[in-house]
């Protein structure tokens, strides 16, 4: 075939298949202008899935009338002038492409009105202006889009139905609502408003509008500024948590950004408190310097690559530790911690069966409470348990207890674990760590690929209380252990170890590893049987610990059962 230059129209609209892809692409980039422009409110209205109407208020500066014939123009822009302004690139939008794509596929009608000036109504037809008329508005512009993709038919037959166009722009104008909060927006569909936003600048109010008050409740703010750059926002605490990774909302400047290594960060974060296939709900804006950022990299500006990516994943994970691991800190005075193994008893007694102290402690032995006490002993902000009243133990393995709500029942493993992993960290933060020399070496016998591991791992392993020496070509010399583990599950640790540092890359990675690991191999196991002092003792410490809720590899440590379930289940009154 003969090579031809196609015709203006058609190579216009094949161009704005690159920009305008669906009704909520049209919002996305109408938005960015009237952010760019100042805008402080933004009400955004679309008819029949956006296909038929979408329009796009906004109190900004507006455009001056000489703009108007050549903002339709294909890579005419007011945010830079040469290649070399995109080091410097804040504003959101930047290409030119924009109200040329969407002029080239739809009928455009635009509204405009400077401080001071007279407003003005310009038609287009095509990226043409065709009519420009006075028009009384306030001071901002109307962007009003009407049958969008009605000379490209083509394009029609890829959509979803309205009501699934109408779900993608309601994702679009949450994600401006969360990474905007000083912004007010509106949104209706069909006529009827469907999101409301204050702009009052408070994130909370913003994750309101989007989720509701009472999962913010349950989440704790993250704040931090330190090279490469800064970043804010707010994270959920455990167990709340999601399916997938749809909640975890990442904007780098203000712009919501896809990005794995961001995100990768954020859920290596929550690697001990939050479940295996569990995701966070978190909105984090990080602010980068724009000449250590390029924008320049995706059609729809979804991606951007950083100068330094290794530093900032490096700020996320930071960041977001700290804020999880100290949202349950308080005030109150503790007791020196030990890393020193409970001596639980293995002492065979009835499955079920509590067995009585001599001396009651506070909050253990006492008699239930009213539910009116219920309430306010569960009023803990500050992330920790309340108090439980320990009932018994079931098939060895679940503690039954009773709280402010309700039923509980915990699981002695995960408890114990977390229990033991945040005594390794703390020990772990005052560089003070214990051993237990054994009375008797243990001798452990080694594959050609495990004495290799213990050689490459020695540094790590010594570091976490272990001291041992080659015994011969194929085993190894055990003389000392860390203090919370038990004699006799040293070697199965340290062969747990040796195969969990395999293939990580960074030593943070591991020592996160070797502590979640030694925790878990040190904890009671599930089938043995505790007596009430011993439960009780686990149980206080529970509380004590700065995320209850998680074993160190995320599953939970309790299940809830309330009052008010008990009673729907037996069919009391007032229950239905």
Not at 420 to 436: F, N
Request: charged residues 25%.
């Amino acid at each position: 075939m003969t090579i031809m230059v196609l015709e203006a129209g058609t190579a216009a609209k094949l161009a704005a298949g690159e920009v305008v892809e669906r009704p909520a692409s049209v919002v996305r980039e109408l938005v960015d202008n009237a952010l760019d422009a100042g805008a402080r409110s933004i009400t955004v209205s679309i008819a029949n899935g956006g296909l038929d109407v979408i329009r796009v208020v906004d109190d900004g500066s507006g455009l001056a009338r000489d703009d108007l014939p050549l903002c339709t123009a294909r890579h005419a822009t007011s945010k830079l002038r040469g290649i070399e302004d995109l080091a410097e690139i804040r504003s959101l939008g930047f290409r030119g492409e924009a109200l040329h794509a969407i002029s080239s596929v739809s009928r455009l009608r635009i509204r405009t009105c400077r401080v001071d000036e007279l407003g003005v109504e310009a038609q287009y037809d095509g990226p043409t202006l065709i009519r420009e008329t006075p028009s009384g508005c306030p001071v901002g512009t109307q962007m009003e889009v009407r049958d969008l993709f009605y000379n490209t038919p083509a394009r029609l037959r890829f959509l979803k139905g309205p009501s699934a166009e109408a779900s993608r722009v309601g994702h679009v104008l949450r994600l401006y609502v969360l990474g905007h909060p000083g912004v007010a927006f509106k949104l209706a569909i069909d006529g009827r408003e469907v999101l409301h936003s204050s702009g009052s600048g408070d994130l909370r109010e913003a994750i309101s509008a989007i989720y509701g008050w009472r999962l913010i409740e349950k989440m704790v703010p993250v704040s931090s500024r330190e090279e490469p750059g800064s970043l804010a926002g707010m994270l959920s605490m455990p167990p709340l948590s999601r399916a997938n990774r749809s909640d975890m909302h990442v904007f780098v400047n203000h712009r919501w950004v896809q990005s794995r290594s961001l995100l990768f960060a954020i859920q290596e974060a929550y690697n001990s408190i939050l479940m295996v296939g569990r995701f966070p709900i978190t909105v984090l804006d990080i602010r980068v310097p724009p000449d250590r950022l390029d924008v320049n990299v995706h059609p729809a500006k979804n991606e951007v690559r950083f100068a330094d990516e290794r530093g900032v994943s490096s700020l996320i994970g930071r960041s977001v530790r700290a804020a999880l691991h100290g949202a349950g800190e308080d005030d109150r005075s503790e007791q020196p911690i030990s890393v020193a193994q409970f001596a639980f008893s293995a002492a065979p007694t009835s499955v079920g069966r509590a067995v009585p102290d001599a001396v009651p402690e506070p909050g253990y032995g006492s008699p239930a409470r009213e539910p009116s006490e219920w309430r306010a002993s569960n009023e803990h902000d500050d992330g920790r348990l309340p108090p439980f009243r320990i009932l018994g133990q079931i098939a060895a393995t679940y503690i039954i207890a009773e709280g402010p709500q309700g039923m509980c029942l915990v699981d002695q493993h995960a408890a114990h674990e977390r229990v033991l992993l945040e005594r390794l960290q703390a020990s772990d933060a005052t560089g003070v760590r214990e051993s237990q020399v054994l009375l008797e070496p243990l001798v452990v016998p080694l594959s050609r690929a495990q004495a290799e591991h213990a050689t490459r791992w020695a540094e790590e392993i010594t570091a976490l209380g272990f001291t041992a020496e080659p015994f011969g070509t194929d085993a190894l010399l055990i003389r000392a252990v860390p203090a919370a583990v038990p004699a006799d599950r040293a070697a199965t640790l340290l062969a747990a170890l040796q195969e969990g540092l395999e293939g990580l890359d960074t030593a943070e990675q591991r020592h996160r590893v070797l502590l979640a690991t030694t925790a878990c191999h040190s904890a009671i196991r599930a089938g043995q049987v505790l007596d009430q002092t011993e439960m009780r003792r686990l149980i206080r410490d529970l509380e004590q610990t700065r995320v209850p809720t998680a074993c160190a590899h995320g599953r939970p440590t309790l299940l809830e059962i309330s009052r008010l379930d008990l009673e729907r289940e037996f069919g009391r009154k007032g229950a239905r």
